[in-house]
């Protein structure tokens, strides 16, 4: 009862700050996820912290609050790159003291915009702002809704407090952001309707800077295959993504499909005596039981488990085609890596098609299709050209994944611009709009 009259005067200031109360210099956002770790979104926050730093004064400032309480991988960079971190932990059990914590943060920090990457939980962290929140609120989604089904609503009592996200996101949000946007429109974030009409959607494609796998490849073939002991001769297929926590084919919650992974690499190398598989990636409960089917097979030599790396894109160099078999993808983050370094991909037909920019580096295939095909497809790939290095770079550099057009775009949305189209938005220089658009809807 104590805590009565704060509630009131709290609930006394207007429930949204205003864009005169921000200033439009400098512009400082707020972004919201558990951790640093390595995946996609937080690679692409890294991307826009350095892209904004070599910007210099006057570019954007980020702040971070980490809700799963703890650093991770890339905090230190991050600091080093100019971003604080608020880690402030999100249970049931730390609600009212991250309230608290978040309305504090809030309001110190005086931010332009919040960017909150956690799916319908972001309804509820707007709602215990309220009263704090900057003009710009915005939530974005980077799992496919069938991933979150099967790993985290799993409960009724999940599900509904989720219904209830989406209510206050609905109500709360100024924009729904998707890494894709099939992933919106699995959530139904692309005509989800509020008080004041349909919320404004659309994707935000997480960026990458070209350059890092513009160069380097032959200094990247040599190097990588020194480091496993192959010979220079040794073609590599690669395969990016954390170890799944089942070693079965269809397990509900296998996300890279490691396991028709290693079978595909295992077919394959039997096939062909100069084939070598790496698989990048963090580590798992069943990548020992995935290591003894490769040495059962006589493999132990041609397929490594090379566990998280940090040089993805010198692997990528040193490779001559990826292996992406994803059961489920919000978009595909690597894919778009592996064309930006002319890596041909072969990928599932559960990847959007939205990943796709240099459309003759880019196959499809049912993982219906099985191992045998999938590994027929790949000794195709192999005996293919492989895509113009430069020229893939140029297309990259052209397209919404470069991370100067994400950026460009991530400003405007944080200013409160209205979001059309973002092509429309992009200043792609001698690039030809219609081009784009190709690059994007191929």
């Keep these: 009862m104590r ?80 971003a604080r971190i608020h880690y402030v932990p999100y249970t049931r059990a730390t609600a009212l003291s991250f309230a608290g914590a978040f309305r504090r943060i809030l309001r110190q920090g005086r931010f332009a915009a919040v960017h909150d990457h956690q799916h319908f939980v972001s309804g509820w962290h707007f709602l215990v702002g309220l009263g704090a929140l900057p003009p710009v609120r915005i939530t974005q989604v980077h799992n496919r809704l069938s991933h979150l ?80 002991g192959w010979p220079s001769n040794a073609r590599i297929v690669l395969t990016v993504g954390r170890i799944d926590e089942s070693a079965e084919f269809d397990h509900p919650l296998n996300q890279k499909n490691s396991a028709f992974a290693v079978a595909v690499g295992i077919e394959l190398a039997r096939r062909d005596a100069d084939i070598r598989v790496l698989l ?61 370094a002319g890596l041909p991909v072969l990928a599932s037909t559960a990847v959007p098609r939205e990943c796709v920019v240099v459309p003759d580096a880019v196959r499809f295939l049912d993982l219906e299709e099985g191992v045998s095909a999938w590994a027929g497809q790949l000794e195709s790939i ?5 895509p113009d290095p430069a020229a893939a770079s140029g297309q990259m550099d052209c397209s919404p994944f470069s991370i100067k057009h994400s950026a460009a775009a991530l400003v405007q949305l944080y200013r409160g611009g209205a979001r059309e189209t973002l092509l429309q938005d992009f200043s792609i220089g001698a690039c030809a709009r219609s081009d784009l658009s190709k690059m994007v809807t191929s």
């Design 3 to 82: 805590r009565a009259p704060r509630d009131v005067e709290e609930a006394a200031v207007p429930p949204f700050a205003t864009p005169a109360d921000h200033g439009a210099h400098p512009l400082k956002v707020l972004h919201v996820l558990d951790n640093l770790g390595i995946g996609g979104a937080e690679t692409w926050l890294m991307a826009l912290l350095k892209h904004w730093r070599e910007q210099g004064p006057g570019a954007p400032q980020i702040e971070i609050l980490a809700t799963g309480g703890k650093p991770s991988v890339y905090d230190r960079e991050a600091i080093a790159l100019g």
């Design 149 to 228: 089904q099967v790993n985290y609503l799993t409960t009724p009592a999940r599900r509904t407090a989720a219904q209830i996200g989406a209510v206050l996101i609905s109500g709360i949000g100024t924009f729904i952001g998707g890494t894709s946007e099939q992933c919106l429109r699995e959530y139904g974030f692309d005509r989800l309707r509020g008080p004041r009409g349909v919320v404004p959607s659309g994707a935000l494609y997480c960026g990458l800077d070209p350059t890092r796998f513009a160069s380097g490849r032959a200094e990247a073939h040599a190097g990588v295959r020194e480091e496993f």
């Design 280 to 340: 990048a990636g963090d580590a798992s409960t069943v990548t020992e039981a995935l290591q003894r089917r490769v040495c059962s097979a006589g493999l132990a030599d041609r397929i490594a488990f090379a566990g998280r790396r940090r040089d993805v894109d010198r692997l990528m160099k040193a490779s001559d085609a990826l292996l992406f078999p994803s059961c489920t993808e919000g978009l595909g983050m690597v894919a778009v890596e592996a064309q930006a």
């Design 382 to 386: 192999l005996a293919a050209p492989r």
